[in-house]
Nanobody, 124 residues
Framework: QVQLVESGGGLVQAGDSLRLSCVPSGRAFHDEIMAWFRQAPGKEREFVATIKWNSGSTYYEDSVKGRFTISRNHAKNTLYLQMNAVKPEDTAKYYC?????????????????WGQGTQVTVSS
């Protein structure tokens, strides 16, 4: 089964930009629904953004609209999350996830493949 590997996290200041990446090991993405979730300390994991691998259709959680961009590069077989104008409340561990549902979904249980996560810490 494919595994997902995230990278790109780190410590940044409020207002900075950061780009997260997610690559599969084992095989290439085909027609999955891909997403980014995040989990802050002491909180439930929450949806951030999702993209349909083939069409590029996207959907965002309200608090990141206009600041974050989810995208994919077919040639590099890589999923991205461009994070601009980050805020301290964006501090969390960010997870890449894949679903075979065929439709964009924000529901965590619809995703059956997860990465280990990459930590993003935003200082004020």
């Amino acid at each position: 089964q494919v595994q997902l590997v995230e990278s790109g996290g780190g410590l940044v200041q409020a207002g900075d930009s950061l780009r997260l990446s997610c690559v599969p090991s084992g095989r290439a993405f085909h027609d999955e629904i891909m997403a980014w979730f995040r989990q802050a300390p002491g909180k439930e994991r929450e949806f951030v953004a999702t993209i349909k691998w083939n069409s590029g259709s996207t959907y965002y959680e309200d608090s990141v609209k206009g600041r974050f961009t989810i995208s994919r590069n077919h040639a590099k077989n890589t999923l991205y999350l461009q994070m601009n104008a980050v805020k301290p409340e964006d501090t969390a561990k960010y997870y890449c996830a894949a679903s075979q549902m065929g439709l964009l979904t924000t529901v965590e249980s619809n995703y059956d493949v997860w990465g280990q996560g990459t930590q993003v810490t935003v200082s004020s």
